[in-house]
C-alpha cells in the first residue's frame, strides 16, 4: 500500500520562500504522476501543481504561476513545491498526491489514489 509523508510546513512572512517535501513509500514512484492540493478550512482542495513521470512536464494553478516550482527527485522517491514570494492566501494545508496514469485531469482530486496527510504553511502578513 503506498503511502505518502510532507514535510516543510511552517510559519513564514509574506514574500518569503519554503520548499515542501513529500516522500514516497510502497508504490513504484517513478511510475506516478504526482501533484500538489491545498485545502483551507470550509473550501475544498484545490489544485496547485503537477509534474509527470519523468519530470518532463510541469503544471501550475494559475495563482502560483510564476512562484512556485515543482521538482523531483526519482532516485529518492520524493517529490518537492518550492513555493517563492509567499502571499497571506497562500496559507493552507498542503498535500501531495499519487496518480498512476498520465491520462487523467491533472488538476482534478478525483484523478489521484494517494493522499499523504498534509502540512500545514502559513504565510503572516
Known amino acids: 500500500q503506498g503511502q505518502l509523508v510532507e514535510s516543510g510546513g511552517e510559519l513564514v512572512q509574506a514574500g518569503g520562500s519554503l520548499r515542501l517535501s513529500c516522500a514516497a513509500s510502497?508504490?513504484?514512484?517513478?511510475?506516478?504522476?504526482m501533484g500538489w492540493f491545498r485545502q483551507t478550512p470550509g473550501k475544498e482542495r484545490e489544485f496547485v501543481a503537477a509534474?509527470?513521470?519523468?519530470?518532463?512536464?510541469?503544471y501550475f494553478a494559475n495563482s502560483v504561476k510564476g512562484r512556485f516550482t515543482i521538482s523531483r527527485d526519482n532516485a529518492k522517491n520524493t517529490v518537492y513545491l518550492q513555493m517563492n514570494s509567499l502571499k497571506p492566501e497562500d496559507t493552507a494545508t498542503y498535500y501531495c498526491a499519487a496518480d498512476p496514469t498520465y491520462y487523467r485531469p491533472y488538476a482534478r482530486v478525483e484523478s489521484y489514489d494517494y493522499w499523504g496527510q498534509g502540512t500545514q504553511v502559513t504565510v503572516s502578513s
Open positions: 510502497g508504490l513504484t514512484f517513478s511510475t506516478y504522476r
Open positions: 509534474i509527470s513521470k519523468s519530470g518532463g512536464g510541469t
